[in-house]
């Protein structure tokens, strides 16, 4: 068999597995698209950064912010119980977080064809498929990704989950950080628990879309 049918044919069956896997899973991968799917996001956003004082509290009980209104919201749930969340930014005029968070020289595409995976968040209670989780929801992300034409998605996270996802099979590329301006210090302050604790300090990244879909069989 030609190296190339054969890389082909072993894409074609992970794709199949993971596709298998998930349907068994008794988890449901969507888009929160109503009101009350995008509040079940928002509140366990703001549970699981809250445990963790990555935000002061609030009233209301929910997390979100200006990005959410330009972004796609994604959720997992067992058995109607969210355990799962993340979103895909799109380009507007608030920018992307992870431009407004760092300095950095901005890398040269265009705008139609970034977009940016932020707040990935899974429930800790939910124990012993968080990976399946994490596949899923990347699964997902990249469907869209080829959906709406995107290219490179942009990410800030800890050295430790990027590390995480590389185990995956998930490679970003770290962006060489300059020192924070102003502008990128008053945006964090939502996010202040981050920056406060060194080892879950976020760090600034790009990743290619079109090569992790390759290296993950997708």
Do not use: W
């Amino acid at each position: 068999m030609k190296p190339s049918l054969k890389k082909k044919l072993v894409s074609v069956l992970k794709r199949r597995v993971l596709n298998y896997v998930l349907k068994i899973s008794q988890l449901v991968f969507k888009e929160a698209k109503t009101e009350k799917e995008l509040n079940l996001v928002f509140r366990l956003r703001y549970k699981i950064y809250l445990n963790e004082n990555y935000i002061e509290s609030n009233k209301k009980g929910v997390f979100k912010d200006e990005y959410d209104l330009h972004s796609i919201n994604f959720i997992v749930l067992k058995k109607n119980r969210p355990i799962g969340i993340t979103r895909l930014v799109l380009n507007s005029k608030v920018g992307f977080p992870t431009e407004n968070l760092f300095n950095f020289n901005r890398p040269k595409i265009p705008r139609n064809k970034l977009a940016e995976i932020s707040r990935v968040a899974i429930d800790k209670e939910f124990k012993g498929r968080e990976g399946l989780v994490m596949i899923g929801l990347v699964k997902m992300i990249y469907e869209y990704t080829e959906k709406l034409g995107l290219k490179y998605l942009y990410a800030n996270m800890p050295e430790k989950l990027e590390k995480y996802c590389r185990s995956f099979g998930i490679k970003f590329i770290k962006l060489k950080e300059l020192p924070p301006t102003k502008f990128n210090l008053h945006h964090r302050k939502l996010i202040g628990g981050y920056f406060k604790r060194r080892e879950r300090k976020l760090e600034p990244y790009v990743l290619d879309v079109e090569e992790n879909k390759k290296s993950l069989g997708l």
